[in-house]
């Protein structure tokens, strides 16, 4: 059976690999990305699927009510994977306005057009909404506690985690009130191709070239779980195929790592890739700055649930995912140079506080 996708953010990191994902394996699916195209968003990322008979970009915002409801009847649509979101942490920091207009009220915009839209198709069994959240929304966790589970109270710490903890509560109370077929996923760190450049990984790869400082929060020990994006990709695969609605999947790279750890891995990498880096070795250029504001201390989510209920894996370790993804940022120097936009310089001063 052929299905007619709406892929909400899908010219950001983790949509556009999803796209990338479901074309290669579904290739007669119809798609339509909605992006509204702001500092993260890169139609660079589609650029393959241009003049594809089976595919539609579409600019815009998922506030824009009338513009979701216009796309969903167009395409005649029967499954949403929403990924648009604002979703950097220190952004959310320094600008929390935008992250609860674009995470709760985008939300709830998307949720309204489709619940209007699958009640007057009548109500099809087969239609899904999947909402692709984050692990932030469970708070933090000590060094020795368990780790989070999909019945773990919420306990957001950060303006982003509080939006889309909110976002995560509209979703669920739709599927309980209106019975509409939702399913949430929470997700812990994505690492991988396409990733925009202010993100750590990417950051630090970039750094290292131009021999610029690696800013590591705090005492740097701060602990994530890294989750390689096809890993994530082919997790979202099975959810939409075979997961419950209503339900809520934990999916988690089983990589803890320190961050401190996580830049000596790259700056190890960096070494090896490149005889002639500006400073060498590279881990020399790692400066510790002041911790962000609220830093959780650890995430780590339990993903015993969709591996029993649905038979998902991870099966990239972080070694292997670190080394394919510090490649892919060397041999694709073309797809993130013009990414280093002034307005990238202004939040890197601002955020870290350098002058380096």
Not at 197 to 210: A, D, F, Q, S
Not at 299 to 308: D, G, L, P
């Amino acid at each position: 059976m052929t299905r007619r996708l709406l892929v909400t953010g899908g010219a950001g990191f983790i949509g556009s690999n999803f796209v990338r994902h479901w074309r290669d394996n579904y290739p007669h699916d119809y798609m339509v990305v909605l992006d509204a195209l702001t500092y993260a968003g890169n139609c660079e990322n589609l650029a393959y699927l241009e003049g594809e008979e089976n595919f539609r970009f579409v600019r815009g915002d998922i506030k824009d009510a009338a513009l979701v409801k216009r796309v969903l009847e167009t395409h005649n649509i029967d499954v949403i994977a929403h990924f648009a979101a604002e979703s950097h942490v220190d952004r959310s920091i320094l600008g929390p306005r935008t992250f609860v207009e674009t995470n709760v009220l985008g939300t709830f915009t998307l949720l309204e057009e489709f619940r209007y839209y699958w009640e007057t198709q009548g109500k099809p069994v087969n239609y899904r909404f999947l909402h692709i959240s984050t692990d932030e929304v469970y708070g933090s966790l000590t060094s020795d506690a368990p780790r989070f589970e999909e019945t773990t109270p919420y306990a957001p710490n950060s303006p982003y985690a509080a939006s889309k903890a909110g976002s995560d509560h509209l979703v669920r109370a739709y599927n309980h009130t209106y019975q509409l077929p939702t399913i949430i996923t929470n997700c812990s760190n994505n690492y991988g191709p396409y990733q925009f450049p202010e993100k750590l990984i990417p950051l630090t790869c970039i750094n290292i070239l131009m021999g610029k400082s690696l800013p590591v929060y705090g005492d740097g020990k701060n602990v994530r779980d890294w989750l390689y994006v096809g890993d994530h990709c082919r997790a979202l695969d099975i959810v939409i195929n075979y997961g419950e609605p209503g339900e809520t999947y934990n999916i988690g790279g089983n990589n803890e790592v320190e961050n401190i750890n996580l830049v000596r891995m790259i700056c190890q990498l960096m070494d090896e890739f490149i005889p002639e880096l500006p400073v060498k070795p590279a881990g020399q250029l790692i400066t510790f700055v002041k911790d962000r504001p609220g830093h959780d201390r650890r995430y780590a989510v339990k993903t015993s649930k969709i591996r029993k209920q649905l038979g998902w894996t991870p099966t990239m370790t972080i070694t292997q995912g670190l080394r394919l993804t510090v490649q892919w940022y060397l041999n694709n120097r073309e797809w993130w140079e013009p990414l280093l936009s002034q307005e990238y310089q202004s939040y890197y001063q601002r955020n870290y506080k350098t002058d380096n």
